[in-house]
RNA sequence: GCGAUCGUAGCUCAGCUGGUUAGAGCAUCGGUUUGUGGUACCGAGGGUCGGGGGUUCAAGUCCCCUCGAUCGCCCCA
């Protein structure tokens, strides 16, 4: 066993494993063009405050699984656990207001001190997407077509469904909430353990519990739909038109309810049973008092993240990266010849790998190994005669080609 | 933070109820006459059996602790 050891939580991805994850950026990228959303780089560490304030004190993830420490200079810094929090701290201290409405969409690595698990880690890659300064349902249906685009597009839409329901306004969210917890209140004793402590903490996610004795109290659990306001009932009409009308696929839920403290009105999950325990593969919501909570003024705004490695292990392996042509020279006149040669290859944009050990046997299967479609044998008798011999690794078929006529040998 | 299962060469694993120098396949390197791979054959290197302690005449094999992995709970993307 060796003595160094990756931290744990954290991957290194070699060939496929990592090819599959620049797959998902890569698509992400493609249709995030599509509808309209600018890229935004946002800092991967931001003061803590803007995640305390926004995600909620007394979430797990602002109390327990925050990388935070203390920066030279004293001040709290942590790595970001999501990233909505720091695109809104960027909408606000970089003046991004002056382009409301802003369809924004980034990428990269988030942190959170969890138990890794299956597509659960402590370094984990989000996509995210986010409409901000948008109060409209047409807002939500864009952002729920983007993530059903990005499904299409990575061939997994089939294994996916999208889940949607409401939250409702404030004042919904707030009678619903209280006559939640008197109802459970009441039935305390037929609940688990951990949802008991739930009801102290975050008593709407009781309604996603999978312990089967909550299951049992959810059942007749008062729904949103009982104290939704009409304007919150007509929002959440307007949503759910609107994807229909851009055909989307999706079933109501109503007990989904979000984790997280910001959220209002539309909440929803793109969910699989494919990967486990770790099932949902986006999720997101209109979280309209979040800026707000970061001093700023009231933005609405909606937004979703999509976790990369889960996606990556849902989607068909992508080809894998192949040289065109693998330059074997014999000699040392040969070699360095073959430099020039490589070059020239290179420069034509024909990926060019040069087999520089071992014998030609050696070189060969080297050549063979790394999947080149090509071999391209270059000694001093070909040297002469200012030819190389083009060897299809397939068929087996050799040629002579004239170092003059190379790229288009190989190209054709 | 809680639970279950697991931890043997670079990788995937075998090692039966504890018993002489711990094995295989793949990978790596070398060779099968020195310029032809993908398909053959021969050979080599590589492991203090995660780490520590204990039981025993004897432990990879049993017990305890610890670290790690996996899957689930929790949380969440």
Redesign the pocket.
């Known amino acids: 066993?060796?003595s160094v050891?990756?931290?744990?939580?954290?991957?290194s991805l070699l060939g496929e494993e990592a090819d599959r994850l620049a797959a998902i950026a890569t698509a992400f990228d493609r249709v995030r063009r599509i509808f309209g959303f600018k890229r935004v780089e946002v800092p991967t560490i931001e003061q803590t405050s803007v995640f305390a304030r926004t995600?909620?004190e007394t979430?797990?993830?602002v109390s327990?699984?925050m990388y935070s420490f203390e920066d030279r200079g004293g001040e709290s810094i942590t790595l970001r656990?999501?990233f909505?929090a720091g695109i809104c701290r960027a909408y606000l201290s970089e003046g991004w207001q002056q382009y409301a409405p802003l369809k924004l969409a980034a990428h990269g690595s988030?942190f959170?001190y969890?138990?890794?698990?299956?597509?659960?880690?402590?370094e984990?890659?989000?996509l995210d997407a986010e409409i901000i300064g948008a109060a409209e349902p047409q807002a939500d249906v864009e952002l729920l077509g983007l993530g059903y685009q990005l499904l299409r597009e990575l061939g997994i839409a089939d294994g996916v469904t999208l889940e949607l329901n409401t939250l409702g306004d404030p004042e919904t969210r707030d009678n619903w909430r209280r006559a939640l917890v008197d109802y459970f209140q009441a039935h305390r004793g037929e609940l688990?353990d951990?949802?008991n402590?739930?009801l102290e903490?975050?008593p709407l996610?009781?309604l996603?519990?999978?312990?089967h004795r909550?299951k049992a109290v959810c059942e007749n659990a008062p729904t949103v739909d009982d104290y939704l306001t009409a304007e919150a009932a007509d929002f959440f009409r307007a949503v759910t038109a609107g994807v229909d009308a851009a055909g989307v696929p999706w079933k109501r839920n109503p007990r989904l309810?979000?984790?997280?403290d910001y959220y209002r009105h539309t909440a929803f999950?793109?969910v699989t049973d494919r990967?486990?325990?770790?099932?949902?593969?986006?999720?997101?919501g209109r979280y309209d008092g979040l800026v707000e909570a970061l001093g700023g003024p009231h933005t609405p705004a909606v937004g979703?993240?999509?976790?990369?490695?889960?996606l990556a292990m849902m989607i068909e392996a992508p080809a894998p990266e192949a040289p065109s042509v693998a330059v074997v020279p014999?000699?040392e006149r040969?070699e360095a010849e073959a430099q020039k040669i490589v070059a020239g290859l290179r420069r034509e944009g024909i990926a060019t790998d040069m087999a520089y050990?071992?014998?030609?046997?050696?070189?060969?299967?080297?050549?063979?190994?790394a999947g080149?479609a090509y071999?391209l044998?270059?000694?001093?008798?070909?040297l002469d005669r200012g030819e190389?011999?083009l060897?299809?690794?397939?068929?087996?078929?050799?040629r002579s080609v004239s170092l003059d006529l190379l790229s288009e040998a190989i190209k054709q």
């Open positions: 066993m060796t050891q990756p931290v744990r939580g954290t991957q995600i909620g979430t797990d993830v327990k699984e656990p999501e909505t988030a959170r969890e138990r890794p698990q299956k597509g659960r880690f402590r984990f890659r989000q688990s951990d949802s402590s739930r903490r975050n996610r009781i996603d519990s999978k312990d909550d309810v979000r984790g997280l999950e793109f990967l486990g325990a770790q099932g949902t593969v986006i999720a997101g979703w993240a999509a976790g990369v490695e889960r014999l000699g040969a050990r071992g014998n030609l046997k050696k070189r060969l299967s080297r050549a063979n190994a080149a071999a044998i270059i000694g001093d008798d070909e190389a011999q060897k299809d690794l397939a068929s087996g078929e050799q």
